[in-house]
């Protein structure tokens, strides 16, 4: 897990120099990133290193059409 926290959306987001999220509204985009990273890295986990950067795109396309 990549260990995505409503906190850590929240000060990624002042950062940034926006207004932090609601709470519900971290909660809800930190589940979502921690959905994507987690995706990645299951279609990544098959692939050489070497390799992962000119396949990621194709990757990340079949993730999002499944």
């Not at 589940?31 to 992962?52: I, K, N, P």
């Amino acid at each position: 897990m990549a260990g995505i926290s409503d906190d850590l959306i929240a000060a990624q987001a002042v950062a940034a120099g926006r207004k932090p999220p609601t709470a519900e509204r971290a909660a809800a985009l930190a589940a979502a990133v921690e959905l994507m990273v987690q995706a990645a890295d299951d279609a990544a986990s098959g692939l050489a290193f070497e390799s992962e950067p000119a396949h990621i795109l194709t990757a990340m396309d079949q993730t999002a059409a499944s």
